[in-house]
């Protein structure tokens, strides 16, 4: 069965450091998310990208967030300058209108930032 | 901002039992999903809801969307140890947007 990949499964890093999670969406799919869950936390949206581009985003995507499709098959969030309350689990999923829209996850990269 | 809350927060029980979870919100949601999560692991779609009044069965866990779309339940009947997790229910906006507004789950503990 088709899933979302996600590496690495955990990455630590030193503040102001830049990190870049990597995804593999579902090979059909054409919508792409990336979330958020700090420990403890709600799962949060990040921002989708649908056609290359950003489609919306969060309050929480600032500048020091951006996302690429730099193939056909990867989808990457970097982060620009680590900060300590970017630890958290970050999930991607992707979705299509052939499964009727409905968001698969991958088994997300948790970051810890020291 | 739309919210969505679930409750209870936290349920422990004795396997045998039923239970019943909800999701509330004051915002009407196009579809409504739930998930299950383990710790370290992603959500797990368990079921999508998409119209008002629906009724989704998956082995012991009945899913409901309710009329007006704004709010679901989920019942477990007879519960077992491997039903133990986190539930989380996530919605979608009626707009053209698709992004998820999620609930902060209930975490289900089943004790034999």
């Known amino acids: 069965e088709p899933e979302v990949t996600q590496t690495p499964s955990h990455q630590v890093t030193q503040m102001g450091q830049e990190v870049i999670l990597r995804c593999v969406p579902i090979s059909n799919h054409l919508y792409f998310y990336w979330y958020r869950q700090i420990l403890g936390q709600k799962v949060e949206f990040l921002v989708s990208?649908?056609?290359?581009?950003?489609?919306?985003k969060s309050e929480i995507f600032d500048d020091q967030f951006s996302v690429e499709r730099p193939d056909g098959s990867n989808f990457t969030l970097k982060i620009r300058s680590t900060k300590l309350e970017d630890s958290a689990m970050y999930f991607c999923?992707?979705?299509?209108?052939?499964?009727?829209?409905?968001?698969?996850f991958g088994a997300g990269t948790r970051l810890s930032v020291l | 901002t739309q919210l969505l809350e679930q409750s209870p927060q936290f349920l422990s029980i004795q396997e045998g039992e039923n239970l019943t979870v909800y999701c509330n919100s004051s915002s009407v949601f196009s579809s409504l999903q739930w998930y299950r999560q383990e710790p370290g692991e992603g959500p797990v779609l368990l079921v999508t809801v998409v119209t008002g009044g629906e009724v989704k069965k998956l082995k012991r866990l009945t899913f409901q969307f309710g009329d007006a779309r704004k709010d679901s339940s989920l019942h477990i009947t007879a519960a077992q140890p491997g039903d133990t997790g986190l539930y989380l229910c996530?919605?979608?906006?009626?707009?053209?947007?698709?992004?998820?507004?999620w609930g902060l789950g209930t975490s289900l503990a089943v004790n034999p």
């Open positions: 996530a919605g979608k906006n009626a707009g053209n947007n698709r992004k998820l507004i």
């Open positions: 999923a992707s979705t299509s209108s052939g499964s009727g829209f409905i968001q698969y």
């Open positions: 990208f649908y056609n290359n581009e950003i489609s919306e």
